[in-house]
């Protein structure tokens, strides 16, 4: 091997090493991205299932009342 041989392969692995670290920046970019967004819509879940729990424990007791009125209303007739 000459060094033309020599000077062109270390040109080519800057070359391929600069690719490579262009992709890995691209993809840790991507992933930082995808960690934010993951992170936003488990606190939407938790806003929402808790939301969800509350609505469901207020319409039980809305419904137990209905059925106590309903049953003095019975009573009444």
Excluded: C, P, V
Aim: proline share 0%; no cysteine.
């Amino acid at each position: 091997m000459n060094n033309s041989d020599l000077k062109g392969n270390m040109e080519d692995a800057k070359k391929q090493k600069k690719a490579i670290n262009a992709e890995i920046d691209r993809l840790e970019a991507t992933f930082e991205e995808n960690r934010r967004e993951m992170l936003r819509l488990a606190d939407d879940n938790k806003r929402t299932s808790g939301r969800y729990g509350e609505l469901l424990e207020d319409n039980h007791r809305i419904n137990e009342r209905i059925h106590t009125l309903l049953e003095q209303m019975w009573k009444l007739d």
